[in-house]
């Protein structure tokens, strides 16, 4: 079946760096577009971050500009998500999704809190 897996959250003071971790399986990966949403308490999920099934392309939220990085290992079947300079607005719950053709599949999430 399909499971899409997240891990790699936890605690970290400002200015610290995470890198999350998206394992999936029980589709075809490689066929996949990839993305990052995030929710914060109270707060619509939003995009954090996206890339294409190949890797060619990816996309940012603004905010996320030049601190965070989207990565993907076809051969894993695991997308990345480095992220540097961390905020406390970072905080949130940030969530894993596959997608094709409006086929949508998604984790169950993994908690970063950025606190001193």
């Known amino acids: 079946q399909v499971q899409v897996v997240e891990s790699g959250g936890g605690l970290v003071q400002p200015g610290g760096s995470l890198r999350l971790s998206c394992a999936a399986s029980?589709?075809?990966?490689?066929?996949?577009?990839m993305s990052w949403y995030r929710q914060a308490p109270g707060k619509e999920r939003g995009l954090v971050a996206a890339?294409?099934?190949?890797?060619?392309?990816?996309n940012y939220a603004d905010s996320m500009k030049g601190r965070f990085t989207i990565s993907r290992d076809n051969a894993k079947n695991t997308v990345y998500l480095q992220m540097n300079s961390l905020k406390p607005e970072d905080t949130a719950v940030y969530y894993c999704?596959?997608?094709?053709?409006?086929?949508?599949?998604w984790g169950q999430g993994t908690q970063v809190t950025v606190s001193s």
């Open positions: 999704k596959a997608a094709q053709f409006g086929r949508d599949y």
């Open positions: 029980g589709f075809t990966f490689n066929r996949y577009a």
């Open positions: 890339i294409s099934s190949t890797g060619g392309s990816t």
